[in-house]
């Protein structure tokens, strides 16, 4: 008797230029195109295994061993359904295949790291969803392709299907269909690039991306003039800046989108707070390192940037790392030790958390 299961992963994307409100909730079709990188680590994944059986009764699913339930049109249900019909378009074109796309699944997921604490666990986790179906169900899709479906999972999940520098192109067709994922560059083309994850609190969020982001479209002017007035130009210039290496450029239009996704939700009835006062102290402490560098005549050496919560990413060329890392542990003592995958410490540093 045949076992049909399979097991895929899918790392966090972080978002330089923001993706922040929808324009049709359900096919989670956004107001402007956004950007990010994925990292290629291993602390920030989700790993998801797929099976199919005849004997099974219904699609289920369990996230971090805790079963959750798979509502009727809801995102979960859109994404197994839709990868069963691209498994039903194999089954018609070679009749040998087994009817997989007529049985239930059974799905487990796993996250390495805080779940729905703004730190893109949604993006891994559909992006991870759909990998393993689509290697279930032997799909001949390519990334974009599978982006289609991720995006009705989670909006930002659709920039995890690719590694590297991401665009997702926020399209203009009404069934969504030019609403997806695109490589900008591979993470090969720029590979000094490096991302420090400080994570501030692991708590779940009180508002999540999805109602958060809902409520700034229906309240928030500034919305209207960001994505009308002020995300198209940076789009451009964020994809020439990576075209370039260039971390100056690259780095300035970060830290801008940043600070405007969060004035965007400080705009929102009622405002929405992400950031708390250890997040303003390390956006701070970066504007003042940057300050120093570029009075000595130098460039900016570090970006930060914040999803929908209190944790900050910080870009940075692999050389400034480990001074960026001095300056935080010094500011911060930490009760948990930094993980140090690139040892960057050697065997007597801060040490691997
Ligand atoms: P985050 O900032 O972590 O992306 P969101 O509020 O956007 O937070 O989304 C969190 C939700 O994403 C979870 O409550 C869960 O429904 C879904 N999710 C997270 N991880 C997974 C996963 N591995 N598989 C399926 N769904 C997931
Ligand atoms: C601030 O993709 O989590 O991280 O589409 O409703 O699931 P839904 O929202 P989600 O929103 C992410 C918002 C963000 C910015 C970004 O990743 O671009
Ligand atoms: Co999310």
């Known amino acids: 008797m045949s076992v049909y299961q399979a097991t895929a992963s899918a790392p966090v994307n972080i978002a330089c230029i923001k993706y ?3 324009r049709d909730t359900k096919l989670i079709l956004p107001t402007n195109s956004s950007l990010s990188v994925t990292l290629d680590q291993d602390h920030l994944r989700s790993t ?4 199919a059986d005849a004997s099974f009764k219904k699609d289920r699913l369990w996230l971090n061993d805790t079963e959750e339930e798979i509502k009727e049109g809801g995102r979960l249900a859109t994404c197994i359904s839709e990868m069963k019909r691209l498994r039903r378009e194999v089954e018609e074109k070679d009749a040998s295949q087994p009817k997989l796309s007529s049985y239930y699944v059974h799905i487990c997921s796993r996250n390495n790291f805080p779940t729905a604490a703004g730190l893109a666990s949604s993006a891994s986790g559909f992006a991870a969803l759909v990998a393993s179906l689509a290697a279930l169900y032997k799909l001949p899709a390519s990334p974009s392709e599978l982006s289609l479906i991720a995006r009705q999972g989670s909006g930002s999940a659709c920039r995890s299907l690719f590694g590297g520098f991401v665009a997702w192109q926020m399209g203009s067709l009404p069934d969504g269909s030019d609403s997806l994922a695109v490589e900008v560059a591979p993470q090969s083309h720029w590979p000094d690039i490096h ?3 400080c994570v501030v609190s692991d708590d779940k969020k009180g508002t999540s991306s999805t109602s958060g982001m809902q409520r700034t479209v229906e309240t928030s002017t500034l919305l209207q003039h960001r994505i009308a007035h002020v995300v198209p130009a940076r789009m451009e210039a964020i994809s020439a800046a990576i075209q370039a290496r260039d971390f100056d450029a690259f780095a300035r239009i970060t830290m801008q989108d940043s600070n405007q996704f ?3 939700a ?9 950031m708390n006062d250890v997040s303003r102290a390390i956006i701070a402490l970066i504007v003042e390192y940057n300050r120093v560098s570029v009075a000595n005549g130098g460039k900016l050496k570090a970006a930060y940037t914040y999803d929908a919560g209190p944790n900050a990413v910080i870009y940075a060329p692999k050389e400034n790392i480990k001074e960026i890392v001095e300056l935080i542990v010094k500011y911060f003592p930490q009760p948990e030790a930094f993980k140090d995958p690139f040892g960057l410490f050697g065997a007597a540093g801060v040490g691997e958390g």
Do not use: C, E, N, Q
Request: net charge neutral; glycine share 4%.
């Open 20 to 22: 922040w409100g929808k």
């Open 266 to 274: 400080l705009d929102t009835d009622p405002p929405i707070f992400y």
């Open 195 to 197: 991302a420090l994850i």
């Open 48 to 51: 998801t295994t797929s099976r």
């Open 262 to 264: 969060h004035a965007v």
